[in-house]
């Protein structure tokens, strides 16, 4: 190594005074004036300018000693000249495949020299010429056959399987609705065991309202004039003389059932797809007598958290045994509250639901998250219990959805909700998203005892739906 760089630094001084020198004398004659020629000179500028793999072995070869002893030799004559021959001798006998022609092609090929000559050039050009380039690869779901004859056939096949799928999910409602209407036609839900009615959520029918716009949008008349006939001759009645009910759950199941159905039976610009049943003024009465007693839950509360419970037939107010309302239960009122208000002109219910969101607004919040108890009597939060699950999930879900149906704009009123909902998802990925170990699979949990409390992995079938 040593020597081979004083070589260098040997090589490089010359190079330099020579060149010194030669800057200093007369410039009569260039080849007088330099101590190397013009030819090295283009070398020493070319060397730093790439140069093809052939052009290096082709310059190697000839400036080599090689070469000279080659060509002295006879022996290296005699092969030389016979590889030249052997390459003209491919080139004039070399048949492509697309050199085949017919006979009468053939005989007037040897009675024309010109044409002979002209295929030997066409050979010549053929073997030098370039490789063709090669289309670009398709991927796997883009390849068919020319036409879009493939793409069509893909479609068709994609469609069919889609409309199958959609019957089958159609048979199976069907079938609920028969085993519903068979062995409990006017209760909340089905006991498919015993095959008995029951009515865990007030009384009110939830099952036969909660599937009407189900059947609607499914296009199954007959279904919607069953569940629209019964609710036109019987709900009315129950609610003015039923007891206590969940004021979330008949709101969500009974007066969004409603509501939906008077949208999609045409009621104020609704999509109007279905005849049956009764006329939607019919749904829109029921749905604003409901929620009259409904509202008994906020004007009852001392503060903007309503309580949990409504006696109906008394329109009274109540808390829960434990005296604590579930976050997402209040804050899951307002888009049918909302949309009750802009279909009937009365704007006391959108008021009374919009209160609740614009109190959470005020409330201390660990990243944008929430604990799943609020208290109606003091309008704080309770506990520290943070979690996607129950009494927690649909407090962030109607945060972007309520401010989607009051037009998305991030200048209006309700665009609190959305900045709310931004910094809960922070939250979420900062505090509750964890990946399992050894397989890194990500999952959603909870902090039951709060920030410092232990990290919780459970994630239960609520929280599935945000991943």
Known sequence: ????????????????????AGAGRSSTSMSNSLPYSKKDVDYDNAKFRHRSFSKVITQSFLTSNRKRDCFSCSTGKFLLLLLIFGVAYLMLTHTSPGDVVSKDQTIGNRNSEGISITNGAGRLKKLWRRAPRLPPRLPPDAKGTNNGIGHATENRDARSMWI?????????????????????????????????????LGGLGATVVDALDTAMIMGIDEVVAEAGTWIEENLSDRISKKGQVNLFETTIRVLGGLLSAYHLSGGEKGMNITHAGPKPAVYLETAKNLADRLLSAFTASPTAIPFSDVILHDSSGHAAPGGLSSTAEVSTLQLEFNYLSSVSGDQKYSLAAMKVMDHIKTLSKTEGLVPIYISPHSGQFSGENYRLGSRGDSYYEYLLKVWLQSGASRDSNTSYLYDMYKEAMNGVRHLLVRKTIPNGLVFIGELPYGLNGDFSPKMDHLVCCTS
């Open 164 to 200: 199958t799928r959609k019957q089958k999910v159609k048979d199976a409602f069907i079938h609920a609705w028969s085993g519903y209407k068979k062995y409990a036609m006017g209760h909340d839900e089905l006991m498919p065991l015993s095959h008995h009615g029951t009515d865990g």
């Open 1 to 20: 190594m040593v020597e081979q760089s004083c070589t260098i630094t040997t090589v490089a001084s010359k190079l330099v005074s020579a060149t010194a």
